[in-house]
């Protein structure tokens, strides 16, 4: 069966700190990977996705990156946190077909820059 | 910007009751799809509804669609306190760019 692992699950940074948050999915071959934020009590933000291994389509211009350096590992970074990049971050998986098919989540890291 | 907007954004009810909830969308899509989400938790996947269809049934879950309005519902019958989660619509667009997005969310409450 899939899973898909993401972590840490818990992290908190100082304003220009480094991030690093990554995700793994087992079980599965060529997914599709996403990267999605949600602020406290909001709904989701799509940050990037991907269909393929270094490709990676941003939604949203913002001090982050993402990197897809193996088929099923999905990293996403910052060179210098903003206060603003607070949020709970969510990664997802879904089989590589057109539009079709659920979203398969991870359980979150929730990130605090202070 | 948001694809989906739910209403309402909170509902509170007694276990037993019937629990609706109502997503509007701007662009032609694919498919739609609802998600629950538990506190502090990851999504979960509930049911999709394609655009060529009107209406779902999953269990105590039964979803339609209005391709002509934009709009979806979820309706969650004979709720249970175990319910009580935060409910997303997603809409997976017909460009063939894999992209869901997702809309505000219900916050739904199950009082036993």
């Known amino acids: 069966s899939q899973t898909i692992h993401q972590w840490p699950a818990t992290l908190v940074q100082p304003v220009g700190s480094p991030l690093s948050l990554e995700c793994t999915v087992e079980g599965t071959s060529n997914p599709n990977l996403y990267w999605y934020r949600q602020a406290a009590g909001r709904g989701l933000q799509l940050l990037f996705y991907s269909v393929g291994i270094g490709q990676i389509s941003s939604e949203v211009p913002q001090n982050l990156s993402a990197s897809r350096p193996q088929d099923r590992q999905f990293i996403l970074s910052s060179k210098k946190l903003l206060l603003s990049d607070s949020g709970f971050y969510l990664c997802a998986w879904s089989v590589r077909l057109a539009g079709a098919g659920e979203l398969f989540f991870g359980e979150g890291s929730r990130l605090t820059v202070l | 910007s948001q694809q989906g907007e739910e209403d309402p954004q909170a509902l509170s009810i007694q276990e037993g009751e019937n629990a609706t909830m109502n997503c509007s969308y701007k662009t032609s899509i694919n498919n739609l799809q609802w998600y629950r989400q538990n506190s502090g938790r990851g999504l979960v996947h509930l049911i999709l509804?394609?655009?060529?269809?009107r209406e779902k049934h999953s269990g105590r879950l039964r979803v339609t669609l209005d391709t002509s309005k934009k709009s979806s519902s979820l309706l969650i019958t004979a709720s249970r306190a175990a319910d009580t989660a935060s409910y997303f619509c997603a809409t997976v667009l017909t460009s063939g760019t894999y992209k869901y997005i997702f809309g505000t969310g219900t916050r739904l409450k199950v009082l036993a």
């Open positions: 509804i394609r655009s060529n269809e």
